[in-house]
């Protein structure tokens, strides 16, 4: 079975939230209502743009600056720090749904021997993936933890997804990364990766292809034929 990838590709990268997981949702709605007890409205398009990617930190400064703020670095780590709580008891309520199509995918991906990483911001991944049933398919973390203990900088800098391909012993020009996030989306082009896929959940394929994805799909199943 064909993954929809370049022949030149050996391994492959996945952006977790929103991308395997619909955990994107759940912390969109944490976002929100952090900011809203601010007294900060705060949209779907404030998220995709100031929020979305990002490592956590880096998603209060951005969306603070954008409202004329100037938070103080404690500041920015106590709003993070209520926002990551907050998303934590909203999966213990709620749970974690893998998209059924990216199961499809990464199976499919499995059964051709690819290795698989997953680089994600969040700091949440291992959880998500164990609720999930996703870790079996993982070769490779590199989540908001890495990112902080080996001092990398977070999307849309390329840094993260470098790691994950040397964890995986490969060349990012021999990996594909697939992402939902304008920010991921222009680190894997950055980053000079082989193969950047933009996965639409925010009815922004445009803006993806704009960003530097080679393809944007609704579901990662439609690259498979």
Do not use: C
Request: charge should be negative; hydrophobic fraction near 40%; glycine fraction near 10%.
């Amino acid at each position: 079975m064909s993954l929809g990838i370049p022949e030149k590709i050996t391994a492959l990268l996945f952006d977790l939230d929103g991308v395997l997981t619909s955990t994107a949702v759940l912390h969109r709605q944490a976002w929100r209502q952090t900011f809203e007890a601010m007294g900060q409205p705060f949209s779907e398009q404030d998220y995709l743009a100031h929020v979305d990617g990002k490592p956590r930190y880096d998603g209060v400064r951005g969306f603070l600056t954008s409202r004329g703020l100037t938070p103080s670095e404690d500041e920015v780590r106590r709003i993070g720090d209520q926002k990551n709580d907050l998303v934590n008891a909203i999966i213990d309520e709620q749970g974690i749904t893998p998209y059924p199509a990216s199961v499809t995918y990464l199976e499919a991906a499995r059964a051709a021997g690819f290795p698989i990483g997953v680089v994600t911001s969040s700091a949440n991944a291992l959880r998500v993936l164990r609720a999930g049933n996703l870790l079996d398919y993982v070769d490779a973390l590199v989540d908001g933890n890495v990112i902080i203990a080996s001092n990398l900088r977070g999307k849309p800098a390329p840094d993260s997804f470098v790691e994950g391909a040397r964890r995986l012993k490969t060349a990012p020009e021999n990996a594909a990364v697939y992402e939902d996030a304008l920010a991921g989306v222009k680190a894997g082009r950055d980053g000079g990766f082989g193969f950047v896929v933009g996965v639409d959940r925010g009815h922004q394929a445009d803006a993806l292809q704009a960003h530097g994805a080679d393809v944007v799909v609704d579901e990662l199943d439609e690259l498979l034929s």
